[in-house]
């Protein structure tokens, strides 16, 4: 990328100046903790109450360095992502105290500009994006979901120029006076992010997409030095896939993509700000995001809070690849499965990747990563109607978000929404943020308020009372969902532990008691064994215990005689290169890790995870699933996919190619319990629905097969419905049909 001779200049005189000297953030040899370690714990780096992160770290991260240096932190779910950044910020103990130091922060440039800046915590500016930090102020409160519209329009909504300018104060007084911004500064901000349209609406009416930019915008407004920017193109991945369809029917190196304008304005705005140093930034992103093409240098993690490679892009690139396919000699810490996505590039004109062909299908009747067949059955018009909207237009005031639209319904034009939902269908519902699709599941699932009066019967049945027809409580809508969404996750109580998360399906409220059998408590035994390598945060280390342990007895040992039956079983399994799968098998004897750690102490993944078993676990007659497989890495994602379709009956393997060594086949095959006949869990049936959001390709479930694609707010759009016959992992296609491209391109 070219640099402007005028940052050049900048550059030469900030050098002559001597600053490029002087790090922001400087770490030397420092190993962290999360409470300040024993004597006893710093001889033993394995301790589970309070174990090591990243030991032995060094890093740089130079004020004006000589040559480009944009940082990009990547790794699977569950590698300490998060964790990095709070490092950076300050956060957590370091030994030796003196191994992390600020020296920039101490100049007297940072001084003349505020001298606030000199503390790390108003200098660097974490922006995450998963639900639980730091929300928005004059968001939805409350302890319940329909909080959030029973106080729209209160004279406490604070609108979204009031968030961005921090007149949130129920009392404000001088302290106000004294957060007066630069009026160009932040009318440039609101215009960069595409706030113009939303500076006088409620926070509490924005979708999540509008929340990260608004979260963003928050961010630069405070003119940090650094800014830390926890998986910032995640919700924008939808208009990525869009471009990447694109992409995938021209030649690679000439792209002819479509760039709808959140994905034009955030990555290059991102990148001005790094060039200029107002602020500095540092990202983190899962192994299948796409890498802006403005990165230089990568961190990337392993399992448990270990740093595997850090270098310039290429190298580390390079390096991980090579360590994947390693992987396949030997058992290794870094999974081969978390980078097989890994190494696409997002440019101003869409997405570049790597080995993608046109027309690359898979054969039917095979299954794909997802665990689908590729065949959709034919399904009978008699069904029973789940869920019907005849009509459906939701206003607030003057405004109507969502039915603004006329469609054809029996040869006649009829306002507003018209869908049904039968027993057997798959439906996914797409759009632009903002578009009302969080607004369709609050009417599905009865916490709109406007439910009542609007045309729609859940389960059959009106929500009130009508004549001869009488209505459906929320308590018997509840019992018939299952519903796993970033609002349920946002307001999902941090102090039940894993496995009553899991029980929480039976109950009717969020701490309410749950309604147990013996037959339920087998489901949630079998699925928390299912999952144990996601859910349990200590796996990783029990894992390592077990593999010393092997380690000491065979050598010690030698030979087979003498040894135990777990040590046996692991000897006969390494020769088919299954290692991995047998330790887990024998660690997970026992569920008391899950009666005593908390939700909120699990990785932001794991939470995911642990409410979408909860969403499933109980076979309700509709399964929502609203953005359920954001903040998963590809495989535990593939994984949760796998186990939507069959339960456990089927279990991903790794088949490798005898032909070529370096290659290594990930398969979909029939569990252990299939073959024995003890699953407790099976995948959706016939007789259950399924609504899936999602604005990522990878999101969406092979056995999607109804569709629905709401239009932008206010462009006079109709909504579009149909029907695939192959899954998107099959036809690349079906996606651009969906999000119609010709008619996104600008006019």
Known sequence: MRVSSRLLF??????????????????????????????????????????ALFPNLTFSLSAYPSEPQHWCILGPSSSGKTTFLEILRGQHLSIPPTGRSFPY?????????DKRLRSPLHAIQYVGFNGERGGLGGGPRGAYLSARYESRRDETDFSVNDYLQGFTDLNPGQAQEDKQLDKDFLKQVI?????????????????NGQMRRARIAKALLGKPELMLLDEPFSMYQLWAEVCLVCVTYQTPQNIVGLDPPTLMALSPLLHRLAQSYSPRLVLTLRPQDPIPDWITHLIYLGQDCQVAHL?????????????????????????????QELGRTLTSNGILESGRTKGTVKAAGSLD??????????????????????????????????????????????????????????????????????TILSLVCSDHPQTYSLPILLFGRPRLPQPGQPG???????????????????????????????????????????????????????????????????????????????????????????????????????????????IREIVATDLDWADSQHFGEIPFSAQRVALLLRAIIKRPD??????????MDDYVRDK????????????????????????????????????????????????????????????????????????????????????????LDRDWGKWREIWDINALKPQ
């Open 10 to 51: 900048q550059r030469t005189l900030l050098a002559y100046a001597g600053y490029p000297s002087l790090p922001v953030i400087k770490i030397v040899n420092s190993t962290f903790y999360r409470q300040y370690p024993s004597s006893a714990a710093l001889n033993d780096r394995d301790n589970r109450a309070n174990p």
């Open 105 to 113: 922060l101490s100049c007297d440039e940072v001084f003349a500009k």
């Open 191 to 207: 215009v960069d992010l595409r706030l113009q349209d939303l500076v006088r609406m409620p926070v509490g009416n924005l979708s």
């Open 311 to 339: 270098g310039t892009k290429q190298q580390v690139l390079h390096d991980v690849k090579m360590a994947a396919l390693k992987s396949l000699a030997s058992p290794s810490s870094l999974p081969v499965h978390s980078v």
């Open 369 to 438: 990563s997802k665990g689908w067949n590729g065949e959709c059955k034919v399904l009978n018009d008699n069904r029973e109607n789940l869920i019907e909207m005849k009509g459906v237009q939701v206003h607030y005031g003057e405004k109507v978000v969502l039915g603004n639209w006329e469609n054809e319904i029996n040869g006649e034009k009829r306002r507003g929404l018209w869908w049904t939902v039968r027993r057997g269908e798959r439906w996914g519902i797409f759009g632009p943020n903002g578009s009302g699709k969080t």
């Open 472 to 582: 459906i409580s929320i308590f018997d809508i509840q019992d018939r969902i299952g519903h796993s969404s970033p609002e349920i996750h946002a307001f999902f109580p941090r102090n039940l532990t894993v496995r009553q998360t899991l029980e929480n399906a039976w109950a009717d409220t969020f701490l309410g008691r749950p309604r147990l059998n013996h037959d339920r408590d087998c489901k949630v035994d079998a699925c928390l064994r299912w999952f144990e390598a996601e859910l349990n945060p200590s796996i990783g280390q029990s894992l390592a215990g077990v593999k010393q342990d092997f380690s000491q007895t065979s050598s010690a040992l030698g030979t087979p005689a003498g040894v135990d039956h777990k040590h046996r079983r692991i000897r006969k399994m390494t020769k088919t290169q299954d290692l991995e799968h047998t």
């Open 622 to 631: 509709l399964v929502i699933l609203d953005e359920a497989f954001s903040g």
């Open 640 to 727: 949760c996919m796998l186990f939507l379709t069959h339960g456990e009956t089927r279990i991903f393997s790794s088949a490798p190619n005898r032909a070529k060594v370096k290659q290594k086949k990930w398969q979909v095959i029939e569990s252990k319990q299939s073959k024995q006949e003890r699953v407790t869990v099976t995948g959706l049936s016939d007789e259950q629905a399924l609504i899936c959001v999602s604005h990522v390709r990878e999101e969406v479930p092979s056995l999607v097969r109804e569709w629905l694609c709401l239009p932008e707010p206010n462009r006079g759009r109709a909504a579009r419905f149909g029907r695939m016959s192959k899954s």
